[in-house]
């Protein structure tokens, strides 16, 4: 029972390479999305995706892209690597129209830009 | 916009203390009300939820009241374990798509 499955979990880049850092779900689940935690900031909402080719900005979108090609599939791009990205990104989904629903969180990604 | 706040931490209990964890809330509608923990290395995961004013979330021991006349969300365990240690976040979903907005998190650290 996999769930949600994010890699790598750690990564280490310079500033201005880029990366991307992979969201996978095996629940059919409609809505994915990322969040960034930073200490005192508790979780930020970078982008979201409420199913196959339809995705949103979130609180702090700026830096990332994203695609959702498939259900599965919630890839996101940093096209060029800043310090300020340095972060843990978790990647989450939940059914769609179930707004009180339980969002399903992966185990996160720690990103260090030097 | 929507925001959560929740007392600042960390949080340091002997085993068996009584533990608060306070959150309030600014929202427009009626939005549900989350906890969720997370414990060292891990994810975040739902502890309990109430989707409506005077509705008591509870699970695992801990328990929280929607007071919509407060707009807040209190995390109460009446005797805390080692195993209760880890960040508790406060979250609440907006009316719409359903995104999360999630506090600051509070770290709580047990000791036997």
């Known amino acids: 029972n996999a769930g949600v499955t994010q890699t790598p979990k750690f990564q280490v880049l310079k500033t201005g390479q880029s990366m991307t850092l992979q969201c996978a779900q095996d629940?059919?689940?409609?809505?994915m999305s990322w969040y960034r935690q930073d200490p005192g900031m508790g979780l930020r909402l970078i982008h979201y995706?409420?199913?196959?080719?339809?995705?949103d900005q979130g609180e702090v979108p700026n830096g990332y892209n994203v695609s959702r090609s498939t259900t599965e599939d919630f890839p996101l791009r940093l096209l060029s690597a800043a310090p300020s990205q340095t972060s843990v990104y978790f990647c989450?989904?939940?059914?769609?129209?179930?707004?009180?629903?339980?969002?399903?969180f992966g185990e996160g990604s720690r990103l260090t830009v030097l | 916009g929507d925001s959560v706040t929740q007392m600042e931490g960390p949080v340091t209990l002997s085993e068996e203390a009584f533990l608060t964890i306070n959150c309030t809330y600014t929202?427009?509608?009626?939005?549900?009300l989350f906890w969720y923990v997370q414990y060292p290395g891990e994810g975040l995961q739902l502890l309990l939820k109430?989707?409506?004013?005077?509705d008591k979330g509870s699970n695992k021991g801990f328990e929280a009241t929607y007071r919509k006349e407060t707009t807040s969300f209190h995390l109460e365990k009446g005797s805390v374990q080692v195993s209760d240690s880890a960040v508790y976040f406060c979250?609440?979903?907006?009316?719409?798509?359903?995104?999360?907005?999630f506090g600051q998190g509070t770290i709580l650290t047990v000791h036997p």
């Open positions: 995706s409420v199913g196959a080719g339809i995705t």
């Open positions: 109430a989707t409506k004013a005077d």
């Open positions: 979250a609440l979903s907006d009316t719409s798509y359903g995104k999360l907005t």
């Open positions: 989450a989904s939940r059914s769609w129209g179930q707004n009180t629903g339980e969002l399903f």
């Open positions: 629940m059919n689940h409609e809505y």
């Open positions: 929202a427009t509608g009626y939005p549900s």
